[in-house]
């Protein structure tokens, strides 16, 4: 009896680290933002919006995270340079935060509205994005 039911918790605990490694691999790759959904109206944000309308976002395999844009004014590369080589790490099943243990992951937040679609609660920010790979 011991042994069916150790039998049984191992195969469980299998079957939910794999289910988590399947999810993990919905995220990993290259995305690429195809249009702003929504943008704050705040003057202020204007030049972090305009670097995030032709952003692309790289989540790697390892957790490593990283971010580009064409349009990199000074205040997006203070977003890029605190973001890039960093790790991101799922939250649950919505919501991706980016940052190190140290910091507790609080450099970004990211939640994923649909499977095309980034909101970033901080800025007020909604992006249609499509993976690349």
């Not at 990993?28 to 933002?33: A, E, L, R, S, T």
């Given at each position: 009896m011991k042994n069916s039911l150790l039998t049984i918790f191992l195969f469980l605990c299998c079957g939910m680290a794999f289910c988590q490694n399947t999810a993990d691999e919905k995220i990993?790759?290259?995305?690429?933002?195809k249009?702003?959904?929504?943008?704050?109206?705040?003057?202020n944000f204007k030049d972090v919006v305009n670097g995030f309308a032709v952003a692309t976002f790289i989540f790697e395999k390892d957790h490593t995270?990283?971010?580009?844009?064409?349009?990199?004014?000074?205040?997006?590369?203070?977003?890029?340079?605190m973001?890039?080589?960093?790790?991101?790490?799922?939250?649950?099943?919505?919501?991706?935060?980016?940052?190190?243990k140290k910091d507790g992951y609080s450099i970004m937040s990211i939640i994923c509205k649909s499977e095309n679609v980034f909101v970033f609660p901080e800025t007020d920010l909604e992006l249609e994005v499509e993976k690349q790979q």
């Open positions: 990993i790759g290259i995305w690429k933002v249009r702003v959904i929504h943008a704050s109206d705040n003057a995270f990283k971010i580009t844009t064409n349009k990199n004014s000074k205040l997006f590369k203070m977003i890029t340079d973001a890039n080589g960093k790790q991101w790490i799922k939250l649950n099943d919505s919501e991706i935060a980016v940052g190190s």
